[in-house]
T-cell receptor, first 116, second 114 residues
Framework: DAGITQSPRHKVTETGTPVTLRCHQT?????MYWYRQDPGHGLRLIHY???????DKGEVSDGYSVSRSKTEDFLLTLESATSSQTSVYFC???????????????FGDGTRLSIL | AQSVTQLGSHVSVSEGALVLLRCNYS??????LFWYVQYPNQGLQLLLK????ATLVKGINGFEAEFKKSETSFHLTKPSAHMSDAAEYFC????????????WGLGTSLAVNP
């Protein structure tokens, strides 16, 4: 299994507080992704990274920011959490070397985030 | 825009019966295709992938899928269902030449009855 660790695994917080989720990989893969999973919506891409300090928006990026200062770590931040951001968040990595290299993504075990 | 359709959000089969989970995609160029499985409270696990080398792809746990360009389909099958196959299954498409974003189906929940 791909070496992906998400932390924390569970978190409960209040509306308006900042929240940071961490994804750590031991595979030295270039591509990393953050998704949220909600009933009826499947998986939706929030942000992704194609290298250190190289990131781009996904389809549901509003209210989220990311940072990647090291190959192994990809952080997702909710600057001011809202109840609509209650979800299960998944990190994924890919060994793709460039845009034309269609390698599969491998997923972490997820973070269950509840915002009250 | 490209899309992925999984027909049937819930599928129920008896143990030992054939499993057929449907996936259709829309793409002007044959894409790369993937099937993932998600067990309760876990992340997604790659079952198999189609990368144009062969139209019939064998994956883990006895699953296989056939790419049919004329039907723009990539249906997942298993000859004999096992109780442990009960899970959520997702089909995903990666447009050829652009791996940055996967396009996901909404998933099919498979129940296996004793």
């Amino acid at each position: 299994d791909a070496g992906i660790t998400q932390s924390p695994r569970h978190k409960v917080t209040e509306t308006g507080t900042p929240v940071t989720l961490r994804c750590h990989q031991t595979e030295n893969h270039r591509y990393m992704y953050w998704y949220r999973q909600d009933p009826g919506h499947g998986l939706r891409l929030i942000h992704y990274s194609y290298g250190v300090k190289d990131t781009d928006k996904g389809e549901v990026s509003d209210g989220y920011s990311v940072s990647r200062s090291k190959t192994e770590d990809f952080l997702l931040t909710l600057e001011s959490a809202t109840s609509s951001q209650t979800s299960v968040y998944f990190c994924a990595i890919s060994e793709a070397q460039g845009p034309g290299d269609n390698q599969p993504q491998h997923f972490g075990d997820g973070t269950r985030l509840s915002i009250l | 825009a490209q899309s992925v359709t999984q027909l049937g959000s819930h599928v129920s089969v008896s143990e030992g019966a054939l499993v057929l989970l449907r996936c259709n995609y829309s793409s002007s160029v044959p894409p790369y295709l993937f099937w993932y499985v998600q067990y309760p409270n876990q992340g997604l696990q790659l079952l198999l992938k189609y990368t144009s080398a062969a139209t019939l792809v064998k994956g883990i746990n006895g699953f296989e899928a056939e790419f049919k360009k004329s039907e723009t389909s990539f249906h997942l099958t298993k000859p004999s269902a096992h109780m442990s196959d009960a899970a959520e299954y997702f089909c995903a498409v990666s447009p050829a030449g652009n791996n940055r974003k996967l396009i996901w189906g909404l998933g099919t929940s498979l129940a296996v009855n004793p």
